[in-house]
């Protein structure tokens, strides 16, 4: 795991100090070596920051080159199949001098060009430089697990993995305009929007070739997720969702460094837990984060799966006072602003102190096995939805949240729907908390709606809710938090849930399979009944929360002279509003690198 950064520049040849700058802007995400590259007639420069896991000798060094010297690599990510890829090129006469990944995705390319990257299972952003044909891609893996950012404007291209690195160029890059319209709306940017004007992120599961030196681009698609039922039956679903999550675990657990597991002592955690016992057995870390607040403590839960796998435990206890101090680090370490991610921040924080590297986490397992309870609210939107208009507008003048987005149902697609599971602030709240007019949030969503496809709105409802809570909550909000948490202490997060052939057997399940109106996630627990704890699939489900209603009502901004903020926090203090609304104002009010909150 790595941060990668690179420059084009056809009007001032990039200069070492300037790819150093924008490199080691992101060092937290880096701290085992460091590397650029820069051709002076491209003119090109890369930067690299290694956390290292596969082969840790200098042989694993970045950028790397191929034997000719003419394909260079920049990476972030791991390939879990890797070691499948090498032996076949091995078989067509490839030599490797390395253990790493990154060597066999050089070879790789040079064996099958663009094509190879389909054929990766992992988790990747990179950026590779093919100097036969001048020309440079940019990629990112299946699910959009690890992030990549790119501009280009007037002769020049940037990109990074993280939105910091451009502010590292510039530090006047101009705001988008609209960024805090989209994130009082949804508590998070949702994909393509940034902090920052035109720049972007690159889609999941696609490419990005850049002519040299023209700077013409080509986009392609080498990975979609169709729905394909091919399967129907109940009994083969179970199987092979048994089978399937057992071989992802395997695969994710891959390392030369010390390895573990986050154990909240939810399902999703504790499955991942128990799975990774036969191929770990002497080495199978798990840590927690614990309260002295039992309303908020799983401790139960987790000690039920510590003592059937024997796990080399460690619980770390979170206080108000240790939440107050963290705050400024929080805010340096968010990389776009989100409404949540203070619990990544800790967990990871801790998984460093423990002395891993690398964690397992369960995220994704609700998004494609039904684990929300938005998808037990389909009967509730069909209902609602028949409606008049009118009322659709008149649920704005509700006093509570949560009749106020009724009136998201009003918008006839699954946008509406997504917003009414999981928006922050209605079009008018946030017309009033800006300044701005109403009819200009209401164009930010309209031009949402244009960035997504419209064949989910002829999806079954809970096919729907899945597409939209994987396609905007799990990849704008989740997956970002988990990044940049993670990588803030030089920790990298695994996810086997969206291990690419577990998500592919996913989607071709019958939704009338997958999903159950009587439980939850009922294929896992199905698969992995006779492993699983009674207790923990029975229980609840609860989340990774933080007393935080109490928490945050310490937290205000400095020079905050329109009043809304202690009008926000008043309401905090009654239990009129949720921390996360509040939390996100906070945020909103942010301008440049987040930071400068204070507590009282």
Known sequence: MCRIAGIIDLTTPPTEGLITRMRDTMEHGGPDGCGIYIDNELPLAFGHRRLSFLDLSPLGHQPMLDTSKKIVLVFNGEIYNFQEIRKELELKQYRFISNSDTEVIINAYLEWGKECFSRFNGMFALALLDKRINKLILARDHAGIKPLYYSIQQNKLYFASEVRAFNSIDPNWPEHKDWKKYFLLFGHLPEPITTLQNVVPLEKGSLLEIDLPSLKIAKQKFFNLYYNYTINDKDEA???????????????????????????????????????????????????????????????????????????????????????????????????????????????????????????????????????????????????????????????????????????????????????????FIPSQVAELLGCTESEVQEVIEQMQQHLPSFINKLPLQERISYLETNLYMQNQLLKDTDYMSMWH???????????????????????????????????????????????????????????????????????????????????????????????????????????????
């Open 238 to 424: 179970i199987e092979k969702v048994g089978k399937a999550l057992v071989k992802a675990v395997e695969r994710h657990l891959i390392s030369e460094a010390p390895i573990g597991l986050f154990l909240s002592g939810g399902l999703d955690s504790s499955l991942l837990t128990i799975l990774a016992k036969p191929f770990i057995p002497d080495s199978l870390h798990t840590l927690s984060i614990i309260f002295d607040n039992e309303k908020f403590s799983e401790k139960y839960y987790q000690d039920i799966v510590i003592e059937q796998t024997k796990a080399n435990h460690k619980s770390y206890i979170v206080t108000e006072e240790l939440f107050k101090e963290s705050v400024p680090d929080i805010l340096q370490a968010m990389d776009q602003p989100s409404n949540d991610g203070i619990n990544s921040y800790f967990i990871c924080k801790y998984a460093k102190e423990y002395g891993l590297k690398a964690v397992l986490s369960g995220l994704g397992a609700d998004e494609l096995f039904g684990g929300y309870q938005s998808f037990n609210r389909t009967k509730s939107i069909n209902a609602i939805r028949w409606l008049p208009d009118f009322m659709f507008k008149a649920a704005g003048i509700f006093p509570d949240d949560k009749r106020k987005k009724v009136s998201f149902l009003g918008i006839k697609n699954g946008l509406g729907e997504y917003l009414f599971n999981r928006g922050f």
């Open 490 to 600: 030089g920790i990298e997060v695994r996810v086997p849930f969206l291990d690419k052939e577990l998500m592919q057997l996913a989607y071709a399940i019958n939704p009338d399979v997958r999903y159950s109106k009587e439980q939850n996630k009922y294929l896992l627990i199905e698969a992995f009944r006779k492993q699983l704890p009674e207790e923990i699939w029975k229980r609840p489900k609860q989340g990774f929360t933080f007393p935080f209603e109490h928490w945050m009502q310490a937290i205000q901004p400095p020079n905050d002279h329109t009043g809304k903020t202690q009008e926000l926090q008043k309401k905090l203090v009654n239990g009129n509003i949720h921390w996360s609304r509040y939390w996100s104002y906070i945020l909103s009010q942010q301008t440049g690198k987040l930071g400068g909150l204070i507590t009282s």
